[in-house]
């Protein structure tokens, strides 16, 4: 098995919890493996087909962004499964993994509106994909199930890796009496709990990964996917041979995305504030509340 990431893996988020999950096939399934860092486009390109003239089994490109790439490559490597996080194309070499990210965004977006003082709340991204767009979306609408008069401030850092970048849209949000910040930027939302700490005028909500542990003094949570638990999933089954191409959706249901508290502020969050979580979650389990469709467009509750 092979891995593409855009970003560095060393931040602690999107790109770090990929490459955990590619060590646990290579311990759990004993599997030959190899990561590379692509920037471009035509890196995304030349790096597919390396592996799959190599005979790679399983090329993961984690993110959107690498569709196309994998359309163009796939049919010169039949016997190579191309995989993309986030996409939605399917050819008969080609698949995609769908994160129902949503969904414990719509519940970040239920504790921040409960835990803001000033009524104004945000959310920072890298770029403008649309799985971040559908999440800050989604972060919007649980906090103003809540709040209905909530104001909520989106802003992009315009990349994945500049921290301080990060950190100055997080303090500009900050002089806008945004107090609660969901961000989902990898290395550059380093920046973001970084301004909070210093500032100590927000929290923090993080993304991808558990970062509950970075700034445990602001953050109240983390919204995970536990990217270990996917690609165990996949690999098993491309392993067996028994993958069918298709678009893969993981959520709150196959317990790979999910809502983690920081259990060092736990005290700070009311108890009725938990208990609505709690709720909420249970109705996206059993399939009660439905915050997208098949599509991945939003629905109407």
């Known amino acids: 098995m092979a891995l593409l990431t855009p970003g560095p893996i060393s931040d602690r988020a999107w790109n770090g919890s990929a490459y955990d999950g590619l ?13 590379v860092q692509t ?11 390396q592996y799959g003239a190599q005979g790679y089994d399983l090329v993961i490109g984690h993110g959107f962004e690498y569709q196309d790439a994998a359309v163009r490559v ?7 499964l191309y995989v993309t996080m986030s996409g939605n194309t399917v050819r008969p070499n080609v698949a995609g993994v769908q994160f129902a990210f949503e969904e414990a965004s719509y519940l970040a977006g239920i504790l921040a509106a409960n835990m803001t003082k000033t009524g104004v ?5 890298g770029t403008e994909l649309p799985p971040v767009k559908r999440s800050f979306t989604a972060f919007a609408a649980g906090a103003r199930s809540v709040k209905p008069g909530l104001s909520v401030i989106v802003s992009y850092v315009g990349n994945w890796e500049d921290v301080s970048a990060g950190k100055e849209q997080a303090l500009a949000q900050i002089a806008r009496k945004s107090d609660v910040i969901f961000q989902n930027a990898d290395a550059a939302g380093l920046g973001v709990f970084q301004a ?12 991808n990964a558990d970062q509950n542990a970075i700034a445990p003094e602001v ?15 996949l690999a098993e089954q491309v392993k067996a041979h028994t993958f ?3 678009v893969v959706s993981l959520g709150v249901r196959e317990n790979v995305v999910r809502l983690v508290l920081n259990p060092s502020l736990q005290a700070t969050i009311p108890p009725s504030t938990r208990v609505v979580i709690d709720s909420v979650q249970r109705r996206l389990f059993d399939g009660s509340l439905r915050l997208v469709d098949s599509t991945g467009m939003p629905v109407t509750q």
């Open 23 to 35: 060590v646990a096939i290579r311990d759990s399934l004993g599997a030959q493996i190899s990561h």
């Open 39 to 49: 920037k471009t486009p035509a890196e995304f390109e030349e790096n597919f087909r």
């Open 74 to 80: 796939a049919p010169d490597f039949p016997k190579t």
């Open 121 to 125: 709340i945000g959310a920072i991204g």
């Open 196 to 207: 909070a700490r210093e500032s100590r005028a927000a929290f923090v909500i993080g993304a």
């Open 219 to 233: 953050t109240l949570g983390s919204v995970v996917i536990d990217l270990r638990h996917a690609f165990l999933l």
């Open 244 to 246: 069918v191409p298709r």
